[in-house]
């Protein structure tokens, strides 16, 4: 399974703009970025997810490294309800052992908002 | 439109029971995936079930099985219980890939904690 490599924890205020990084310096070529954060008490959502551009909506945005080797998880106004952790997770659709079936989660990044 | 649905939503047990954990998905999906999280990590795939047959397994042992109903929903079973097995066990579902899309968004329902004593 490919690994990404995450901060371990973050602290932000509220209303201000937030970047979580990811490493994953292994990505193959066809290995899609996905990210997803569990808020407290519940299961994972999805946030978003890219191969090589850019991508916005309407909960974040994702900015990828040019090699593909980093990427950078975008929170324009964190509020007090984005305090989760959060996952960046490689996902390759045509993975020949069926890999892309399953999400392999490392331990995340635990983000704390202050009010 | 109910999101994914988890019964029960905590369990106590003793070593050596047999538990049965049920999900059901998102209206609209065909896939089930279950997963285990222990506490302080992140959720460790056990597999993925879809057209009632299990498609995907991960590093589980055969203590862990489970079952897709023509409906869609579906059932962990875990036999011989132990310590080691108290966890949040959750449930997501997915609409299988086609045409365009090479890849679907798992929903994750709110999971059953299970306490094995």
């Known amino acids: 399974d490919a690994k990404t490599t995450q901060p371990n924890s973050m602290e932000s205020n509220e209303e201000e703009p937030v970047h979580l990084p990811c490493n994953h310096s292994t990505i193959s070529g066809t290995d899609y970025i996905h990210w997803y954060r569990q808020l407290p008490s519940q299961g994972p959502e999805y946030v978003i997810h890219?191969?090589?551009s850019n991508v916005n909506n309407r909960m974040a945005s994702l900015a990828i490294a040019e090699d593909r080797k980093s990427s950078t998880l975008i929170l324009h106004r964190a509020t007090l309800r984005d305090a989760a952790v959060y996952y960046c997770i490689l996902r390759d659709p045509w993975d020949p052992q069926g890999g892309s079936e399953k999400l392999v989660f490392g331990k995340g990044t635990k983000l704390t908002v202050n009010p | 439109d109910a999101g994914v649905t988890q019964s029960p939503t905590h369990l106590i047990k003793t070593r050596g029971q047999q538990v049965t954990l049920r999900c059901s998905p998102k209206s609209g999906h065909d896939t089930v995936s279950w997963y285990q999280q222990a506490l302080g990590q992140g959720p460790q795939f056990i597999f993925q079930y879809y057209e009632e047959e299990e498609r995907q397994r991960g590093n589980f042992p055969d203590r862990f099985s489970g079952h897709q109903f023509p409906n869609y929903s579906s059932e962990l079973n875990v036999n011989a219980l132990l310590l080691g097995d108290s966890a949040l066990y959750l449930c997501?579902?997915?609409?299988?890939?086609?045409?365009?899309?090479?890849?679907?968004?798992?929903?994750f329902g709110p999971g059953t904690r299970l306490t094995v004593l």
């Open positions: 997501a579902s997915s609409l299988a890939p086609g045409g365009l899309a090479v890849l679907s968004e798992q929903f």
């Open positions: 890219g191969l090589t």
